[in-house]
């Protein structure tokens, strides 16, 4: 069976943007480049030879990526999450994700070219399982003040309250 593999529009940077995604991410790779041609040209417009599609995987995860031109942008209605096992990865994450593009609440951030991602420590979801907890509620009145995750202070709120 073959995966779902998200498809992401880009105006003319399909590229670039699978270049930079397969520089922060280990074992990912750029795979088939579909260039346009002359047959659609009145709809498409774009030269001959320009870059149509990029194919590209993320930890094994295929994507494409399409030039189809400015009509539509990303939004936080989509967003890719990062499962993070150390404070370590969170911080290479953030900083490469972010760079050029604009840090948000929650371990959200989008990156230059607008796309949505979140950045998600793999203990989050066990301190924020029980919903009724004083603990749970701690810990996710700690994230609720953080823009980067930070386990520590999270996991501090969970034990301690502060």
Known sequence: MKPITPCLWFDNQAEEAAQFYISIFPDSKIGEIGRYGEAGKEIHGKPPGT???????????PFTALNGGPMFKFNEAVSFQVDCKTQEEVD????????????????????????????????FPELLKDHESVNSQRAMQAIFQMGKPDIAVVERAYKHGS
């Open 92 to 123: 290479y994450y953030w900083a490469k994700l972010s760079e050029g593009g604009s840090e948000h609440q929650c371990g959200w951030l989008k990156d230059k070219f607008g796309v949505s991602w979140q950045i998600v420590p793999s203990i």
């Open 51 to 61: 870059v149509m599609i990029v194919a590209f995987e993320i930890r094994g995860q």
